[in-house]
């Protein structure tokens, strides 16, 4: 739904909405216009102030000029008199009253004494004491011309001090009025508030109309910041006044004093023209809009409307029925093109109308002959329906027949399927697990159980199981279930299906099973030999087997029995073969051991230095001796010889690694061979067996006294025999032993 706020009739009249969007037009563009005429003529308004404010400040700037000029002048004309003639004070009087911005004259000489002095008024530089101390003074000697800020006098009028040097010498002064000083160089306009006024290079104002403002600073006020901001006195722009109004202000510097004149005009007055301006423009502009807007009208009503009208009048009276329409419309346009249509419509209407009729009648003629038709396809449906029925009672039938065959080839594939998978059990050791497995998927068993007895005496043992869960069984059945077993055993049938819970007795194994959920049970017994047996346990819940089910077990059982044998036969050769690998173990240690160090036998150290050292590794080889075993033999007993044998020979071994090789090749020597170790790793090595040995012997033990090992190392040559090494070693070995014999022989004397 449309949101509309405007009255409904503008919805519905087109000239309404044409005449609302033409008139927002027109006046959007008079709106535009009037704004950028308003626009062009602020902004011309304000060029034309700054220009006319700027002349101001021209005319200004030289009236000041020529006032200070002329007064300048008057006071050299006075200096080249005699201060001490009277006619030099009366001319001096006569300058007071023909210059009466002058309000005191004075004349001093060199020594700051004052040899002239006249006024207008009550004096106010005849009195000094402190001439010569004076700036204006002092400046005036250096031949300067010095010019003072507006100082207060007594009367109210503030006064501005002019000093030049004399010609006859000492120094003239004179006081000008700033009233009197304002009155003569500022330019005042009669039709505008202008307001113009002077500031000194330091930013106090020296000259103003308002009195209040004289000899105040204008350092911190937006005008003087502007000023300095734009780096030149010659400045103009929008500022707020003194007084706190909003002006257009336009300065002009001075050369000579330095000072700086600024004339400001209300920003009022610059707008007023601008604003007189838009008002008339707004008057045209709406005079202009209203009579545009009735021409509009007047033309679109007749260019437009007028047709519209007539068209609209004669759809109304086709709908009323009237057929011969014809619309005058004799124009070019597209409204000449649109009448031309409509009469070509109404035209092709009353054709289509004669047409329509002619088709109607052949219609009804059309209509009845399919009628007829209809009734004779009626017939014709009921006569096939029966046909279709008949033939879908016979496809059933046949369908059903199929189903059945089609259930048997399943069954047999699935059976086929279980005997090729039985068949594809190769493995002797895992082959009653797969059975097991194989036959629980097949059938959806929760529980398959292979019992097996070795021979007739033997009870029944748990051999596979497979299960959909966890179960608790033991892996051999307690006594009374043997009970059960036999129960079952010696039935001339090869598969039993059992229902537990009706069973008279329970013995143990059943009530285990039932507590496991299971209800019934297929028992497949095979006897391959008169000494053993087993007997196969299928188990599922409340669902009982299918004689399919047992059909199924019953083909694939010559299997399972032949499958039962091989793992019975493949257990026996295990065991055997256990055996002789367990004599082999014992013959090979015998053979290449110690019996009773455990370390290498002397057969296999020869074998391993029949080799040649490797060239890019050493090989280090420590040779090991005894000392005092046969003292401890004779001493203690071979019995604690052996003890200090062993002793050696695990310290030996717990100070290498599992890749290096020790052996005893001889009663109290032993061999140590390190691969890939150098000169400092055989060394770690020997002191680390000389510590493990220390740590290892008992103070209490009688022989701890008489245990110590002397020790030689050799390091290999690249590509040396490992029997040179072996020498060297020895020899070194021997060397320490030497020792060892030398020290025993200096404790004993």
């Known amino acids: 739904m449309r949101l509309r706020v405007l009255p409904p009739l503008f919805y519905r009249s087109l000239r309404m909405r044409m005449m609302a969007w033409l008139g927002t037009l027109l006046l959007v563009v008079f ?44 006071l050299r004309s006075l200096s080249v008199l005699n201060p001490e003639d009277e006619r030099t004070a009366s001319f001096t009087r006569q300058i007071l009253r023909d210059y009466v911005a002058f309000k005191e004259i004075v004349w001093v000489d060199d020594s700051g004494k004052v040899v002239l002095h006249q006024s207008s008024g009550e004096a106010v530089m005849g009195n000094l004491f402190t001439v010569r101390q004076s700036v204006w003074f002092q400046a005036a000697l250096r031949g300067e011309r010095y ?34 000083f304002l009155n003569r160089v500022l330019t005042r306009s009669k039709d505008y508030p202008i307001l113009t006024w002077i500031i000194k290079e330091n930013g106090e104002v020296l000259a103003h109309p308002n009195r209040a403002w004289i000899r105040s600073s204008v350092q911190e006020l937006p005008l003087w910041e502007a000023v300095k901001r734009n780096g030149n006195p010659a400045w103009s722009g929008r500022i707020t006044s003194l007084e706190g109004g909003e002006v257009l202000a336009v300065t002009a510097p001075m050369q000579e004093p330095a000072w700086v004149v600024v004339s400001e005009v209300p920003f009022q007055q610059v707008r007023k023209a601008s604003l007189q301006a838009i008002g008339v423009l707004g008057a045209g502009v709406l005079v202009l809009f ?150 629980g998927q097949s059938l959806k068993a929760s529980l398959v159980m292979l019992l097996m007895r070795e021979h007739a005496s033997a009870r029944m043992e748990v051999r596979a199981v497979y299960s959909m ?55 497949l017994h095979q006897i391959p030999s008169r000494s053993s047996g087993s007997l196969l ?18 083909i694939v059982s010559g299997g399972i029995q032949q499958m039962v044998e091989l793992a019975l036969l493949y257990a026996s050769l295990n065991d055997e073969l256990s055996e002789r690998r367990r004599i082999e173990n014992i013959l090979v240690y015998q053979n290449t051991r110690d019996s009773l160090t455990g370390l290498y036998n002397r057969r296999m150290f020869e074998e391993r230095i029949s080799y040649r050292a490797p060239h890019h590794t050493p090989v280090c080889i420590i040779a090991l001796d005894l000392d005092h075993l046969k003292r401890v033999n004779d001493t203690f007993g071979h019995l604690k010889g052996d003890e200090y044998i062993r002793l050696v020979a695990q310290a030996i071994q717990a100070s290498i690694r599992s890749e290096d090789m020790a052996a005893r090749v001889g009663g109290d020597e032993f061999v140590v061979i390190l ?36 020790m030689g190392l050799a390091i290999s040559q690249p590509g040396e025999p490992l029997l040179e090494t072996f020498r060297r070693a020895d020899s070194a070995m021997y060397t320490q032993k030497q020792h060892h014999r030398i020290e025993d022989s200096a404790d004993v004397f």
């Open 290 to 439: 209203f009579g545009l807007t009735y021409w509009s009208r007047w033309y679109l009503r007749l260019l437009v409307f007028t047709p519209l009208e007539q068209l609209r009048q004669a759809i109304e009276r086709w709908k009323q029925g009237e057929r011969r329409i014809h619309l005058s419309i004799d124009r070019e346009d597209e409204l000449g093109a649109l009448a031309n249509a409509f009469n070509g419509m109404f035209e092709q209407i009353k054709t289509r109308e004669t047409q329509l009729e002619e088709r109607n009648q052949a219609l009804e003629l059309e209509t009845a002959r399919r009628k007829h038709a209809m009734l004779e396809l009626q017939r014709m449906a009921e006569q096939l329906e029966e046909r279709v029925r008949v033939r879908t009672t016979e496809l059933e039938q046949e369908i059903a027949e199929r189903r059945q065959t089609e259930q048997e080839l399943r069954l047999n594939l699935e059976r086929l399927s279980l005997l090729n998978r039985l068949l594809q059990i190769h493995d002797p050791e895992t082959s009653l697990e797969q059975l097991c497995r194989e036959l």
């Open 675 to 710: 691969n890939d170790a150098d000169e400092r790793a055989g060394e770690a090595v020997v002191e680390r067996i000389q510590e493990t040995l220390q740590s290892m012997l008992d103070p209490d033990n009688p022989i701890a006294d008489w245990v110590r090992v002397s």
């Open 469 to 523: 869960r966890e179960m608790s069984f033991p892996e051999r059945l307690d006594p009374q279930s043997d009970v059960f077993m036999k129960m079952f055993y010696g039935n001339s049938d090869r598969i039993v299906p059992v229902t537990l819970s009706q069973l008279d007795t329970q013995p143990p194994f059943v009530a285990g099973l039932m507590n496991e959920n299971i209800e019934h049970l297929l028992l």
């Open 147 to 180: 010019l003072s800020s507006a100082q207060p006098s007594h009367d109210g009028d503030f006064l501005l001090l002019m000093a030049i040097p004399a010609e006859n010498g000492g120094v003239i002064a004179g006081l000008i009025r700033v009233d009197v």
């Open 31 to 74: 709106i535009s216009m009037a704004f950028l005429v308003f626009i062009f003529l602020r902004v011309r308004q304000e060029s034309l102030w700054n220009a006319y404010l700027q002349d101001l400040n021209h005319e200004t700037v030289s009236n000041v000029e020529s006032f200070l000029s002329v007064y300048e002048r008057v």
């Open 537 to 554: 346990i299928v188990g599922r819940g409340d669902q009982p087997f299918t004689p399919i089910e047992v059909q199924t077990l019953e």
